[in-house]
């Protein structure tokens, strides 16, 4: 269009360049910068996602098909029984004591977990001396491997030979079965996944508290708040995502707990009488001990359903929280609100 | 910021490639190849089998054969291992120790291993125990292990702590205090409750390795002889034995400990007498210092109910091995009457070869008050029934009666009517 001279022009006043981008115009460096400005940013992220689909979604897919048949962890696949093994899962009354030993768990870990890491955080977020070796320090639990921390565990809640049963005996009290009552082993599991964890949750809430302007603060004091006004009224309102996230990691983690319970009493999967027998260790007996590959396969399936149903109420939750932080909060006015206006312009 | 993205997104990038690039390599696997030149062999074994030494050498008389030894700590373990990696279908070592205990289960897809007849087994058949040979042999005539060691039972037993309760101490004296050759189980807890009113103490570590013993003493234990059906709901003689269980628990002769060998509480005196298969003497040793001679343990050539074997090991070689050849023999050299005896006298799994035992007959053990073990055990092996086991052997001994005997020993259940039926409730839910 733009080439042709005899015609006449639809637009005499057309302007020297068109409107739409002529291709052709384009140099092959342009074409590439282009290329990379389009494409890149999706080639980067393809490793990824390419992964992803070969350990994620593959092997998710795969057990929804060995969950579907009769399927023997040696001997493999069998005839296709359609929802058998999940109807058989959940009329299982093993399951279900899987089900609320693993909430159990969870409960008696995450709340106290995450009272603590926001206690911890916002102690670190102070002006201390050496902070880099406080932080440090709190993360050192995360760096000890899973099963050493359980083996250590198991030992210290030995109900015989433990530190504890010393500690209780010293006191004149009667001893507690750690491994063989339900309430007290699941004390202790927690506490390994508490000691574990805390730190590691600390320093992500840090990290978002050190997000926060000071300058907020400063107006704050200058209003008259003291420290405990302001830790509710601005870090816990201003980590709110951060925490959402911690919530919703630890749940994803509690619900998937296994080794911390498997190692507590290592011969049995779960406890002699399934004390604390979680979700996966039932997995892991139907899949091993039991070798039965399409019932544990339909347990992994309910499992993941489960957390899926978690996710959506932790997100529905966020969402119902977040309608009710748009109400704008009242602010006292004069200088402190100004010096806050200015903080948040630059 | 335009920059630091892109760099954050390469080295995102850049970790995603170093991942895939690792897991690639790490299912490439690690035998070396090449016919004739240098081989390295992969081993799993649990336990205490005492090989080790036998590795070196086997290394020293062929150099150009490397072992890779990985030892699991127990029985359980190596189970879960090898079951896993059957249904991988991959990853097998090239040579597998297999429990007696799960060796059914394996034996229902014996084509993972390879049939030794094909590397010379049966040339030297008659070195083993006939009936060791045979439960190594699947229903189809294939050889799938090599017998390395059976688990004669004796009796363990602090002398000290006999003596200060006022029993005989001396080994004889007390086998012969048990009944001797006609030692019954009833006299067993009758002198388990003569133990307990002297000393006060509890005469016994837990139920579930004596109930063991009892089972391995039937003709048909949790099977019938097909292998196939269950021996357990209507079985009185099992039952009968059950119940006495139950009652002596609320007497008070058991010790009430957890754990499937005799644990630290042997050291402690909580608990005075132990089936000791012979693979468990290297066990109870192990939490001893080296060189200990004055545990107190001593060992007695006698079994309440008569001869018992618990446990022993075989050795596959895994069909997905690259060198099976080498492998075999390999295999067939640890399961040899010589290395039999050198784990013996290392760590006690006594030999299943008739040679092995002929040349252990005269080993004594320091740690054991001098006992005579060779001469005890080759007394103990005599008359052993070889039982046939089913595919949810293991799973029983280890998920019905296990966790019903610990409630016993807790005192959550304290009559034998009662706990018998838990445990065919338990039977079940797990096998049914």
């Known amino acids: 269009m733009t080439s042709s001279t005899l015609t006449k022009p639809s637009h005499p006043s057309t302007p020297p360049r068109s409107p739409k981008p002529a291709k052709p115009d384009l140099t092959f460096k342009q074409k590439l910068a282009r290329f990379d400005y389009r494409v890149s940013p999706y080639l980067y992220i393809a490793p990824f996602f390419i992964l992803f689909a070969l350990i994620g979604i593959f092997p998710i897919a795969y057990t929804l098909n060995v969950s579907l048949y009769d399927w023997h962890l040696l001997k493999g696949q069998g005839d296709f029984v359609g929802l058998n093994n999940y109807v058989e899962v959940l009329s299982d009354p093993f399951f279900w004591n899987a089900f609320r030993n693993t909430i159990s768990i969870f409960l008696l870990s995450a709340i106290p977990q995450l009272i603590i890491a926001t206690g911890l955080a916002a102690l670190l977020d102070q002006a201390l001396r050496g902070k880099t070796f406080w932080r440090m320090s709190i993360l050192l639990p995360y760096i000890v491997a899973p099963v050493a921390v359980a083996v250590i565990f198991a030992q210290i809640f030995n109900q015989y030979h433990g530190p504890v049963a010393g500690l209780l005996e010293a006191f004149g009290l009667e001893p507690i079965r750690w491994a063989f009552d339900v309430l007290p082993s699941h004390f202790a599991i927690a506490s390994m996944v508490n000691w574990r964890w805390t730190g590691y949750n600390a320093l992500i809430l840090l990290a978002a508290m050190q997000a926060i302007p000071r300058d907020v603060y400063e107006s704050a004091a200058l209003d008259g708040a003291n420290k405990i006004r302001r830790f509710w009224s601005i870090t816990v309102p201003m980590i709110r995502p951060t925490l959402i996230f911690v919530v919703i990691t630890s749940t994803i983690g509690g619900l998937q707990i296994f080794t911390e319970p498997k190692l507590f009493d290592g011969r049995t999967n779960g406890g002699s009488d399934r004390q604390f027998q979680t979700i996966v260790l039932y997995l892991y007996e139907l899949a091993f001990p039991r070798r039965d590959f399409g019932r544990a396969s339909a347990t992994a399936w309910i499992l993941f359903l489960i957390i899926i149903l978690a996710g959506l109420i932790n997100f529905a939750i966020t969402r119902a929280i977040r309608t009710a932080d748009a109400k704008p909060v009242p602010i006292a006015s004069g200088p402190a609100a100004a010096q806050r206006a200015k903080g948040a312009a630059s | ?432």
């Open chain 2, 1 to 432: 910021m335009k920059t630091s993205r892109r760099k954050i997104a390469a080295s995102v990038a850049g970790v995603a490639t170093l991942a895939l690039l690792a897991t690639g390599c790490a299912a490439s696997g690690s035998s070396d190849g090449g016919d004739g030149g240098k081989v390295t062999l992969s081993i799993t074994t649990f336990g205490t089998m005492g090989v080790d030494a036998n590795y070196k050498k086997y290394m020293e008389e062929n150099p150009n054969v490397t072992i890779e030894a990985t030892n699991l700590e127990g029985g359980g373990a190596a189970r879960d291992d090898a079951y896993a990696k059957i249904a991988a279908g991959t990853g097998l070592s090239d040579i597998v120790a297999i429990e007696e205990g799960w060796l059914g289960t394996i034996a229902e897809v014996s084509d993972s291993f390879v049939d030794l007849r094909d590397y010379g087994i049966e040339d030297e058949k008659d070195t083993w125990l006939d009936w060791k040979y045979a439960q190594g042999t699947d229903a189809d005539g294939r050889v799938i292990g090599a017998g390395l060691d059976i688990g004669p039972q004796g009796l363990c037993y602090r002398g000290d702590l006999f003596e200060a309760a006022g029993l005989p101490s001396e080994r004889t004296a007390v086998a012969d205090y048990f009944g001797g050759e006609d030692a019954t189980w009833d006299r067993f807890f009758e002198v388990g409750q003569e133990y307990k009113d002297k000393s006060g103490k509890a005469f016994y570590h837990s139920p579930r390795f004596f109930w063991n013993s009892f089972v391995n003493q039937q003709e048909e234990g949790y099977y019938k002889k097909d292998g196939e059906t269950l021996n357990i709901e209507d079985n009185d003689v099992l039952k009968d034995q059950f119940v006495k269980i139950v009652d002596a628990e609320k007497a008070g002769l058991g010790a009430g400990l957890p754990g499937w060998d005799v644990g630290p509480e042997a050291k402690e005196g909580k608990y005075a007498v132990y089936m000791c298969p012979s693979w468990m003497l290297g066990i109870v040793q192990g939490y001893y210092d080296e060189g200990t001679t004055d545990s107190g343990w001593d060992f007695a050539d006698v079994l309440p109910g008569g001869s018992a074997n618990w446990g022993g090991a075989f050795l596959g070689v895994s069909e997905s091995s690259e060198h099976k050849k080498e492998a075999a023999k390999l295999a067939l050299w640890l399961a040899a009457p010589e290395q039999q005896a050198a784990s013996f006298e290392l760590a006690g799994p006594y030999p299943s070869t008739v040679e092995g035992q002929k040349l252990v007959a005269d080993t004594k053990s320091a740690f054991f008050n001098d006992a005579p073990i060779g001469e005890i055990f080759a007394a103990r092996s005599e008359g052993v029934i070889a039982q046939v086991k089913g595919p949810e052997d293991s799973n029983i001994q280890d998920n019905v009666f296990g966790p019903i005997f610990d409630r016993v020993s807790q005192g959550e259940i304290t009559d034998g009517e009662t706990a018998w039926k838990e445990a065919m409730k338990l039977l079940d839910q797990i096998v049914g």
